[in-house]
């Protein structure tokens, strides 16, 4: 378990980099939207390509995949319900917190949790496709529509289509569906930039941190702490349930669905909260509290079920 520390504490230095580097102000007031355009437009799609490419084809379509899909799709849809029909959200704002709710972090996160947990990174892979050409897409699309006004159906494509995420996913699983294997020559180059995207992420949202009050009144703390709730509680026990009963899975598989779905919120909900500019708060506040709170969720399932 020393493995999984150490994981947390790689992430939560970038993050206070992230949070030091905002209190001495060194990187000056322009560095937040600079970053999330660079992470979102450059480094993210370079690192999703460098992943997927390599994966295993039969792993990203394995019985972990419609498990997992079943689980996150439960808990984006429960939040979207309550958020739009009691809580009267705007559309583009409950997408953000739908996102919070079931979108994990299946990459930088979950590729060592896996390593660690489950003894094989090829574990990640399925939630990573899952999230990045299913998920990603719709939501995208949506924010697009509704913060920038793209809502004809050729503009809603042109822009889903014309994303950079989005390019580097298709791309990744192209190359990995086709077996080709690009030389040295091509991927070291991709994945050396590829690597620059989690760093930065992380001291981007330890930006984001200063002078700012987590769980602050007035700022979404009944949907932070719902989406919290489904994240790391409900996302969990359904997946277990409908791995046991409705797939039949036992043994390790149960146990890897189980463990995916526990993993934090994905630093990628913020990253898509700061380009659209909606529900930063909430995404920010969620990303804090799951990261923090999915370690003693992780422990138990791995007393339970591991």
């Known amino acids: 378990m020393i493995d999984i520390f150490t994981g947390f504490a790689v992430i939560a230095l970038a993050v ?35 992943v997927l490419a390599k994966a295993d084809v039969g792993a990203l379509f394995s019985v ?7 689980a996150a799709v439960a808990m984006m849809l429960v939040f979207g319900l309550v958020a739009m029909l009691l809580w009267r959200r705007r559309l583009e704002h409950t997408v953000i917190g739908s996102l919070a709710s079931g979108y994990v972090n299946g990459n930088n ?4 949790i896996a390593v660690y947990m489950l003894g094989d990174a090829a574990y990640s892979a399925p939630v990573v496709l899952l999230q ?35 390019l ?3 791309a990744g699983v192209l190359v990995a569906v086709s077996g ?9 180059p991709i994945e050396l930039i590829g690597h620059a995207a989690v760093p930065l992420m992380l ?24 989406a919290t709730v489904l994240k790391l509680v409900a996302m969990p026990v359904t997946a277990w349930a409908v791995g046991a009963f409705v797939f ?57 079920l591991g």
């Open 168 to 170: 580097g996913s298709l």
């Open 132 to 166: 990045l050409l299913l998920f990603a897409p719709v939501a995208l699309a949506i924010l697009g529509a509704r913060v920038h006004g793209n809502t004809s159906v050729a503009a809603i494509v042109r822009t889903t289509f014309t994303n950079p995420i989005i």
């Open 180 to 188: 080709l294997e690009l030389p040295p020559i091509v991927m070291e």
């Open 109 to 112: 996160f979950g590729i060592p």
């Open 64 to 70: 972990l995949l419609p498990v997992s899909a079943i």
């Open 248 to 304: 039949g899975l036992d043994g390790h598989e149960l146990y890897a669905v189980t463990v995916l779905a526990a993993l934090p919120t994905a630093q990628n909900v913020f990253v898509y909260a700061q380009r659209y500019e909606t529900a930063e708060v909430v995404a920010r506040d969620t990303v804090f509290l799951t990261t923090i709170g999915s370690v003693p969720v992780l422990l138990a399932v791995a007393l339970l």
């Open 203 to 226: 001291i981007s949202y330890g930006l984001s941190l200063h002078g700012q009050r987590l769980f602050a009144p007035g700022s979404g703390r009944r949907e932070v702490a719902f």
């Open 16 to 50: 206070f980099v992230g949070w030091i580097a905002g209190r001495t102000g060194v990187l000056g007031p322009e560095a937040r939207p600079m970053l999330a355009r660079l992470n979102f437009s450059v480094l993210a799609p370079f690192l999703l390509f460098s």
